[in-house]
């Protein structure tokens, strides 16, 4: 890996729906990299379990970073270092919310590593504001008539009201 080289990061994650934490990773992100790939995980489990089809997610985020021509979306199948490898991505971003999530993130990004010595996993914590903020929650405040409006970005509300009437 040549430094010379744009820095090229992935996002990775399931983003059922995209919130305004993820997005705000998203954007912290691009203070360090140069291209940011936004990866949406197509997994037969997932797809199964999700509220909006992996085809939905990436259409959503794609509207919520349209003002942003460094950020790309993408679906993927399969392992996420041989992703970020057919993409000539060195970096996997995650956000950390709070010390809960780091058990998980760490094993992750060794394994990754494992897998692919050429993969760095960057952490990067959202505003406080995001902190307690997960797609679950916006998924389940939703489908309970709750409002989310503060939670995600315009283009998902609508998107959220016409799936469960929020
Ligand atoms: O938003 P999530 O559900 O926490 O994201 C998890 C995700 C999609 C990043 C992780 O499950 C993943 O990387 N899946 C792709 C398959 C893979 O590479 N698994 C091995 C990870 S060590």
């Known amino acids: 890996m040549s430094r010379s080289q744009p820095v090229v990061a992935i996002y990775p994650g399931s983003f059922d729906p995209i919130t305004r934490g993820h997005e705000d990773v998203a954007r912290r992100t691009l203070r360090v990299a140069d291209r940011l ?3 949406v995980a197509h997994t037969a489990t997932q797809a199964k379990r999700g509220l909006f089809t992996v085809e939905e997610r990436v ?3 794609r509207e919520v970073f349209a003002d942003e021509p460094d950020v790309e979306v993408e679906a993927f199948e399969g392992l996420l270092v041989d992703f970020a490898r057919s993409r000539g991505a060195h970096f996997v971003v995650r956000g950390l919310r709070a010390v809960s999530d780091f058990e998980y993130e760490f094993q992750m990004a060794q394994m990754n590593r494992e897998l692919w010595d ?16 997960s797609a679950s929650l916006v998924r ?3 489908r309970l008539g709750g409002d989310v409006s503060r939670f995600v970005s315009p283009t998902v509300l609508a998107r959220l009201q016409a799936r469960v009437g929020a």
């Open 37 to 39: 790939i936004v990866a």
């Open 59 to 61: 259409e959503m985020i």
């Open 118 to 133: 050429e993969i760095e996993t960057l952490f990067l914590t959202p505003d406080q504001h995001y902190s307690f903020l």
């Open 140 to 142: 389940e405040i939703a």
